[in-house]
């Protein structure tokens, strides 16, 4: 139904043009007029390229030309078709030594208190292992506390309000709780 909708309106969606998109880049000249237009290619949340992206991107782009950045720890958009593993292997083919790629990690966190990355370090490192999530987040992927963090306070507070409250009665913040160092 939905097709027949898209033909009667003669629109496209999103998977629609990246279907097009790959079909136009089978044609040699097209393909190789737009690799010589672009110098560099620039991927930013890598983490949520799907199979038809990976390809458009490997089509349009040379082997050293490209330049990638994705967080797995981000990667929401499988219900999107989008394939974290694409990044995994990435990840990994570039972590060895080649002559066309670097990998280089970003570990180092310079926005958020050390406590907060502490934090984050403990759940991701207990839920995100080789065989659950495709990396050893211990190993491979907990924050470095960037040199700003290093004299912030040794607490956080998480406040959180009862929004359950009817609007007309005053909010008030229900409780306060402090994490502290194990």
Known sequence: IYSELKK???????????????????????????K??????FVDEYQDINEVQEKII?????????FMVGDIKQSIYRFRHC???IFIGK??????????AELIKLNSNFR????????VDEVFGGVMTEDF??????KDSKFVPGESNLDKPDA???????????????????????????
């Open 133 to 138: 999530g495709g990396l050893d987040y211990a």
């Open 83 to 85: 394939d974290p593993e």
């Open 8 to 34: 009667e309106y003669n629109g496209l969606d999103f998977n629609d043009l990246e279907k097009y998109a790959l079909k136009i880049l089978e044609n040699e000249r097209i393909l190789e007029s737009l």
């Open 58 to 66: 490997s089509m349009v782009s040379k082997q050293t030309n490209r």
């Open 156 to 182: 956080m507070n998480l406040i959180y309000i009862d929004t359950t409250l009817p609007k007309t009665q005053k909010v008030e913040a229900k409780g306060v709780y402090s994490v502290k160092n194990h």
């Open 91 to 100: 990840s990994k083919e570039f972590s060895k030594k080649q002559d066309y």
């Open 36 to 41: 010589k237009r672009y110098k560099y290619i």
């Open 112 to 119: 958020s208190d050390k406590k907060i990355l502490r934090f």
